[in-house]
């Protein structure tokens, strides 16, 4: 019998399940495996989704299930696609009631369905729908759109927002994620608009695409020219490379083109980016401001008015809401599945490789609501991070690789600390993406500078966003840095930081003399491979004190911790893989 779901269409025998596996034949007909099941469910702000031109900065109640039926590259989902079965069988589950009673209890505005595809749960999430609405609850989704027309007709009933997230504009960008065209997702957008739910689109941008995202405005604006386009800067999860990384450069000058297509063009994972803000079309104003708020992620920064000063209003639904929520922790959008992946990288450093351990311990972290303050707080203390690593290898049963992992790490972390007591501390300052996007005082990242015995300037600017916060031109110079790290989360390459502080004359002392530096993926935060950076910044701030051969550090352990030798593998922005296979 034929699913008729998404446009995928497997044919599945009596007895099997589809690609997705969400779905199975049970004899009679096509039925959801795990009904009425959701994996999680936390409030958020509307950005976080992301929705930036409906009711900004209105607080929602997160849910998610498992499973996508799509498989593309690099997946930010990765956790809950890869691992769906392990995860929906885990005893980790929320009921409709459940997530009722926690928007009430949070007071939230809606419902969003996001981090998997409501399209592995459609018949679940329509009924959460229709309960919700009936509570006077607004209800959205993400989703990449790839439905029959009779499930995007029945969805479009139910929800009054939706982002559908595009794969490009051509078939072969499809056929990359295991679909056949792109048409069925251009289909539900046109569906989905004419029947009155607010509509934004996302589309992922990869080195070299620039007309995949083109043409997709192109066939947008003939749509509407009203429907905002957010520009997902592909960042290499999962088993992509970093040759599929556009530039932050390339990225915003790309949304500038698009602003001839559709005016309401806005760039996603590049933190510093005035591309995220909404500007008036009639003064040039700045109306609805916003910065990076992790992958895939925005959040308001300032003032948000839905008509400019001038009188121009803006095609935004619903007002502004006066107080904007702030996610604890690692909540927010697409940051919980980059705290589930930090867990995930202690775990293969433990040798924790069976889907069944991995998703009992995934479901652990969220059910105990650990994503919140606590695994933040933890991954951001370097000690604390070493009995967070005993904590889950206690859970996984490993403590003897616990032991052998934490001696490792805390042999060289002792032998810098030491070594670093009487030193001169050089001004550090540590940015992610653009140089005026500066990390949060308490990063881990400035826990590395200050125990490789350097100054982190960060600390004076007393003020914090997610991961960190945009400051102004003066600010910056005024902390006066004698060597400027980028994040290996979010990084720009030791050119384009140089080329930014030259456009904005940002004469600082780590400018001037070359003294700038682009970390390692991974290298530096949100897995146990920080060492190898704490070693690096050591060499950097202290050439006359240390002289780790980073790549035998670097080798020994890779292949200690991983089983692989450090040359063999290709980095990209994964906290759990050591990276994509060399070839």
């Given at each position: ?26 004899g ?22 992301p ?20 498989s ?11 691992h ?12 409709t ?26 018949p679940?999430f ?13 209800v959205?989704c ?17 929800i ?72 997902m800067?592909f ?9 599929e ?32 803000t909404?500007?008036c ?23 948000a ?10 095609p ?11 996610e ?16 995930w ?28 303050k ?34 490792y ?66 600010e910056?110079?005024?902390?006066a ?10 990084t720009?390459?030791?050119?384009d ?7 904005h ?61 450090y040359?063999?593998s290709a ?10 296979e060399?070839?």
């Amino acid at each position: 019998m034929q699913c008729n779901i998404c446009e995928v269409g497997c044919d599945i025998p009596p007895g099997g399940s589809g690609r997705c596996r969400m779905y199975r034949h049970d004899g009679t007909g096509i039925v959801e495996r795990f009904p009425d099941t959701f994996l999680a469910a936390f409030p958020v702000a509307i950005e976080t989704l992301p929705m930036l031109h409906f009711f900004p900065g209105a607080k929602f109640l997160q849910v998610c299930t498992v499973g996508c039926n799509l498989s593309c590259g690099g997946c930010v989902s990765e956790i809950l696609v890869g691992h769906a079965e392990s995860l929906a069988a885990s005893g980790t589950a929320l009921t409709t009631g459940d997530l009722l009673r926690l928007a009430a209890d949070h007071a939230c505005t809606g419902i969003a369905f996001a981090l998997n595809d409501p399209i592995a749960s459609l018949p679940t999430f329509c009924r959460l729908a229709e309960r919700a609405r009936e509570q006077r609850l607004l209800v959205g989704c993400s989703t990449n759109g790839y439905m029959t027309e009779a499930s995007a007709l029945y969805l479009r009933e139910r929800i009054d927002f939706a982002n559908v997230g595009l794969k490009g504009s051509t078939d072969a960008s499809y056929r990359a994620c295991g679909a056949k065209s792109a048409a069925p997702a251009y289909r539900t957008i046109r569906l989905l608009h004419e029947g009155g739910v607010h509509v934004e689109v996302s589309i992922v941008y990869r080195r070299g695409g620039e007309e995949e995202v083109m043409g997709a405005a192109r066939m947008l604006a003939a749509i509407s020219p009203h429907i905002p386009l957010q520009v997902m800067r592909f960042v290499p999860f999962g088993d992509a490379g970093l040759g599929e990384e556009p530039t932050i450069y390339a990225s915003e000058e790309l949304c500038d083109r698009l602003r001839n297509i559709l005016p309401w063009a806005y760039l996603f994972n590049s933190p510093g980016t005035a591309n995220l803000t909404t500007f008036c079309p009639a003064c040039k104003k700045p109306c609805i401001e916003r910065e990076f708020f992790g992958p895939m992620g925005a959040h308001l920064a300032g003032e948000a008015r839905t008509a400019c000063a001038c009188g121009h209003a803006l095609p935004v639904r619903g007002a502004a809401n006066p107080e904007v929520f702030y996610e604890p922790g690692m909540m927010g959008g697409y940051r919980a599945t980059r705290g589930l992946e930090m867990v995930w990288a202690i775990l293969a450093c433990l040798g924790v490789e069976g889907q069944a351990d991995l998703a009992r311990i995934w479901s652990e972290v969220l059910r105990t609501g650990m994503l919140g303050k606590e695994l933040h707080d933890r991954m951001n203390n370097i000690d604390a991070y070493l009995d967070l690593v005993m904590d889950f290898a206690h859970r996984a049963g490993r403590e003897e690789a616990g032991r052998e992992l934490c001696t490792y790490i805390r042999e060289r972390l002792d032998f810098v600390r030491e070594r670093v007591v009487d030193a001169p501390r050089p001004r550090v300052y540590y940015a992610m993406g653009h140089p005026l996007f500066a990390l949060n005082p308490g990063r881990f990242e400035g826990k590395l500078v200050e125990a490789a015995g350097g100054t982190y300037v960060n600390r004076a600017i007393g003020r914090e966003g997610k991961p960190g916060v945009s400051i102004p031109r003066e600010e910056f110079i005024a902390l006066a840095p004698e060597y400027l790290f980028t994040s290996g989360f979010l990084t720009s390459t030791v050119e384009d930081t140089l080329r930014y502080c030259a456009e904005h004359n940002l004469d600082v002392p780590a400018a001037r003399n070359g003294r700038v530096y682009a970390m390692h993926p991974s290298w530096d935060f949100g897995s146990p491979r920080w060492i190898l950076g704490l070693m690096t910044i050591a060499n950097v701030l202290h050439p006359d004190r240390f002289a780790f051969r980073i790549d035998e550090e670097a080798d020994e352990f890779y292949r200690r911790f991983y089983g692989v030798p450090y040359r063999a593998s290709a980095a990209n922005r994964s906290f759990a893989h050591p990276g994509t296979e060399r070839r």
